[in-house]
């Protein structure tokens, strides 16, 4: 078991490097140019990747540039053949990454309630 999650880590580090390189370098939309692929998990059998990505000063067009993506993963998968050296590559699905703007939401409720306990008192 340890020896599949290090192969599958591998994996998602590889997957993350290239399509970060291919999103900047190869790719000419310029509603891709301030991507960044900020994670990548394959499942088990890497039969799947969900490609976890942050819009940098575009965070109204998340839809269009998650559209975006997600026609252009046939591509990007063809051109990941070679680099990845896998038999099947995964399928690529890309997901915006809302991490961040959940972590800044829940640390404004902790500051809040910080605030509301201390004039309680």
């Not at 599958?8 to 370098?25: D, T, Y």
């Not at 099947?88 to 640390?107: S, W």
Request: aromatic share 6%.
């Amino acid at each position: 078991m340890p020896k599949e999650f290090s192969i599958n880590r591998k994996v998602e580090v590889k997957i993350q490097r290239i399509l970060s390189e291919l999103i900047s370098l190869k790719i000419s939309d310029p509603r891709l140019k301030n991507i960044i692929i900020s994670e990548v998990k394959v499942n088990r059998d890497i039969s799947s990747a969900k490609v976890y990505f942050l819009v940098l000063n575009n965070e109204n067009k998340t839809k269009q540039i998650n559209s975006i993506l997600n026609k252009a993963s046939g591509y990007l998968k063809k051109e990941m053949s070679s680099q990845l050296g896998l038999k099947k590559l995964p399928n690529l699905i890309f997901i915006y990454d809302t991490k961040e703007q959940d972590a800044l939401y829940i640390n404004k409720l902790i500051d809040k309630t910080i605030i509301n306990d201390q004039k309680s008192k």
